[in-house]
């Protein structure tokens, strides 16, 4: 049983007084159906301009670099990898019209469409995968994705310096149309990783420009939109490809993406038509709105539960996170049940555990196979644990710290939320301070921080996309949690083509992972948007990310 004290019901009820609505600044309306946005006025169907916000700069559009949902939204629409996700979340081709698995499921071998082109003309092969695949490998690169690749023969040892030999690598290009990759082991979703961001290409002329992926002019992509402008910090435009082999299919006049961090602004903009869209997965709808909203725009409003996580990370390289009894007393200390009902509002579910809904486990959901029962919420228990970790690491006291969020009306709330839980129930200050959401990553990645705000997003629909993020060096792996008998475990999943015994194997890890609390789970994610009478096709997938490169407007 979850224990919640009478600490937590007092700060619950004073969020929920401190809320206050924000209302929206009227704006001169703009319209998106005149000649200027694609369409022309009256029309019943137009080619409109798609428009959404993106909450920040995106931190890179290098797929081997991206490591965050404003990119991969962007990465959507100007790259396209061997295959893509339908609206059911199925994989079906892309750039490879085909492949073949060999039977012992170590080889599959792609067929790269001869009308794939980039977006300045020249033909997509099967050596811009091979050379893309391989730039990501290259330790030089510097990819925190690189790991991804640890399925294919001979690709982790590249990385990891272990071998200069690229050929080395199971990835060959056996001509311009046929891809051949071999693996290590049998992987299931194999097909599902050749969809995700990182194994899109790029194009062979990145080779003579560092700088290739900060300007428009410079962005060659092979996807259904490219890059016609870039504003940075401010917006970005992108115009069909009229070079991508399934063009025809491709209905929007343009998709435009502008950079507001503030969420009421978003609304606003939203509310005065110069959106079409709002929300997540890479904006925000102000959570004190969202009880308004449900019932003002009911045909517009949308909550849909999704495989993301949202979390604390600790850096336990640093006193006093290197104790993990003072860990385990900040994770038991707070009311997630308040932060989901008073802060957020918009049907998140409370976290014990790190692998969220929606993800396939043996034969069903993995969270309704594995409870996320790891540990409770208990503020005497905490105080406890706390003054014994203290005490084994000599500290008459607990040091002031500091906890960073990037930039966002919600991250903030939350943090402020927690900030005031640990005050009360725990005695302790802690510091948050916001920064911009690129900042925050490098400083992340530096093991520059204490507590950091996290999230994560399924990668593809199997518990291993959380579950190897905190192998000991691993690339996502900016805790400094270290643990033999862990990685020992995921090795054990990689390697077994059992499903029962790979889910066997991750469960024992995730509990591990939460006896030691490197992360401090707080809630699953749903997403909560809303979008524009007349858009369809406008997908959101399981793990909530956008879709919206086969969208259209349709007159209602």
Same mark, same amino acid.
């Given at each position: ?13 004073? +969020? ?5 609505? $924000?209302?929206?600044?009227?704006? /001169? ?27 920040? *700069?995106?931190?890179? +559009? ?37 492949? %073949? ?28 995968? &091979?050379?893309?695949? #391989? ?12 790991? !991804?690749?640890?399925?294919? $023969?001979?690709? !982790? @040892?590249?990385? &990891? ?21 071999? +693996? ?17 290409? $790029? ?5 003579? =420009? ?35 082999? @399934?063009?025809?299919?491709? #209905? ?21 038509? /110069? ?12 959570? *004190? ?58 049907? *998140? ?13 043996? #034969? ?16 005497? /228990? ?9 005490? &084994? +690491? ?35 200050? $802690? ?16 093991? =520059? ?26 690339? !996502?792996? =900016? ?21 029962? /015994? ?7 890890? %995730?509990?591990?992972?939460?006896? !030691? ?38 007159? &209602?």
């Amino acid at each position: 049983m979850r224990t919640r004290k009478s600490a937590f019901s007092f700060i619950a009820a004073l +969020l929920i007084l401190a809320m206050i609505a $924000v209302g929206c600044t009227p704006k /001169e309306e703009t319209s998106n159906n005149g000649a200027a946005n694609g369409g022309t006025t009256g029309e019943t169907t137009e080619a409109k301009v798609f428009r959404l916000n993106i909450h920040s *700069e995106p931190s890179t +559009l290098d797929p081997a670099l991206m490591e965050d949902n404003v990119s991969g939204t962007l990465a959507t629409g100007i790259y396209e990898g061997l295959t893509r996700k339908d609206e059911n979340g199925e994989t079906i081709p892309a750039t490879a019209e085909k492949w %073949e698995m060999s039977e012992d499921g170590l080889t599959y071998t792609f067929t790269i469409r001869k009308d794939a082109k980039w977006s300045n003309g020249d033909p997509v092969t099967a050596n811009d995968y &091979e050379y893309s695949w #391989k730039r990501a490998l290259d330790p030089a690169t510097g990819s925190t994705y690189a790991y !991804q690749f640890y399925y294919i $023969v001979g690709a !982790q @040892d590249y990385n &990891e310096g272990k071998t200069t030999n690229a050929d080395a690598v199971g990835i060959k290009a056996l001509d311009a149309q046929t891809l051949e990759v071999k +693996l290590n082991s049998p992987t299931p979703y194999f097909l599902s990783l050749t969809s995700f961001y990182v194994y899109n290409p $790029v194009h062979p002329s990145v080779k003579d =420009n560092e700088a290739w992926a900060a300007d428009a002019a410079t962005i060659i992509g092979n996807g259904p939109f490219k890059m016609s402008e870039w504003q940075h910090n401010t917006s970005i435009k992108l115009v069909p490809n009229e070079n991508y082999y @399934d063009k025809d299919q491709v #209905k929007f006049a343009g998709v435009n993406f502008t950079m507001l961090a503030d969420s009421a602004t978003e609304l606003a903009n939203y509310e005065t038509g /110069e959106l079409d869209y709002t929300g997540k997965p890479t904006g925000e709808i102000p959570a *004190e709105q969202i009880p308004v909203l449900k019932e003002s725009k009911k045909d517009e409003f949308v909550t849909k539960g999704i495989a993301s996580s949202y979390y604390y990370m600790f850096n336990t390289e640093e006193v006093p996170f290197n104790n993990v009894k003072v860990r385990k007393a900040l994770a038991m200390a707070i009311d997630r049940q308040a932060i989901v009902e008073s802060v957020t509002m918009a049907g *998140e579910v409370p976290s014990f555990g790190f692998v969220p809904p929606g993800i396939i486990g043996e #034969k069903e959901d993995y969270r309704a196979e594995v409870k996320d029962d790891y540990f409770t919420e208990n503020v005497e /228990e905490a105080k406890k644990l706390l003054a014994e970790g203290l005490a &084994e +690491l000599k500290l008459s006291k607990f040091p002031e710290v500091t906890l960073t969020f990037n930039t966002s009306d919600g991250h903030k709330k939350i943090a402020e939320a927690i900030v005031e839980m640990w005050r009360q129930n725990l005695g302790i200050v $802690v510091v948050a301070k916001n920064e911009e959401f690129s900042v925050l990553l490098k400083n992340r990645t530096a093991m =520059n921080y204490q507590i950091s705000r996290a999230g994560w997003g399924a990668d593809y629909n199997d518990p291993m996309t959380y579950m190897d993020m905190f192998v000991t060096g691993g690339g !996502q792996n =900016n805790t400094g949690f270290a643990s033999p008998e862990y990685d020992a475990l995921i090795k054990k999943a990689y390697a077994s083509g059992d499903q029962k /015994e790979r889910i066997a194997a991750m469960a024992e890890a %995730e509990k591990i992972l939460m006896d !030691q609390m490197p992360i401090m789970p707080i809630y699953y994610y749903s997403n909560v948007y809303m979008l524009k009478p007349g858009f369809k096709n406008i997908i959101t997938d399981y793990k909530g990310d956008i879709d919206y490169t086969r969208g259209y407007y349709e007159a &209602e």
